[in-house]
């Protein structure tokens, strides 16, 4: 009997549909900084909409301010920014705080930097990063997030994987070595993954929001059609025939679930899918309006606008001109 790899390689694994999504989101990392700071020092980071921030401090401490919330991490210890929130970190004492853009970063690769900074004292070394999600639901995902979420190593948790990526983490930046951004950036996609799997673990269904209703039988099954065809011309009908419902009870269920009507999440995904190609791709907005089922670039343009608040062209220059503040 010979061993059918194919086969086994096309087996789905039977997942909770939270674990699938974790499993779907692809990241684009806009850059890490392996950085060595020595007291005393401070510095800013701004506010960076769409795009993760995290921060793994591999020996010494460092002290985080967000909005009105202050906390320490101690070696070993990890916080992710989910929704890009400008914050402060330090020593807890320094007063001088140098913004991101001032600071004597030195590129390695296009997106692997070093950091050396402070005044010569007493060193704490950290890894920093900020990552983008190019898969649409990620926007979703976000809005159930806090503002924050911090890992601690001596968590029941997250003690192993924690304590075991830091230490990979920590031997890789020793050096720069062949590889070390791609063996650094992977470590860090899974301290991401890990911290959200970890959150949305304790939260229960009526916290978790639209998550639950991919759980569901025939929401979820109806939830997979929009999110893999967002072209086809949908009708409340269709989608409640195909998942075997009524249209009132289809239309019942998926609003209680979800939050809102399908006709409204249709167009809310096809919005999510713009938005993210128009940031992260150079193609058209004709192309894109085409792609998820408009006849034209005005009517388009006219329910982007509708949805999103902003034209499809200013969404673009927005990004442009927050990418190019932040290099």
Known sequence: MSFDYKKRAATQIEDHPVGKLLDSLRMESAFYTNSKLTRPWGMAMPPMPNCMMFHIVLEGSAEFRVEDSVFKLEEGGFVLFPKGDGHILSDGECKTITPLVELPIESITERYETLTFGGGGEASRMVCGAMLFQHPLAIKLLGILPPHITINPDSEDSVSTVNSVAELIKSESQTVSV??????????????????RQYLSE????????????????????LKLIHDQPDKHWSL???ATTVGMSRTSFAQQFKKLVGNTPMDYLTEW?????????????????????DIGYQSEAAFSRAF???????PLQVRKDYQSLTESVH
């Not at 939260?203 to 109806?222: E, H, M, N, V």
């Not at 606008?305 to 034209?311: C, E, H, Y």
């Open 179 to 196: 590889g070390a951004e791609a063996v650094i950036s992977r470590l860090a996609d899974i301290l991401v993954i890990a911290a959200m």
């Open 203 to 222: 939260l229960d269904d009526s916290q978790t929001g639209w998550l639950s209703a991919l759980a569901d039988d025939r929401i979820g099954k109806s």
């Open 237 to 239: 009908e269709e989608l």
């Open 270 to 290: 096809r919005m999510s899918l713009a938005y993210s190609r128009l940031q992260l791709t150079r193609d058209t907005v004709l192309s894109i309006g085409l």
């Open 305 to 311: 606008k509708k949805v999103i608040g902003k034209s």
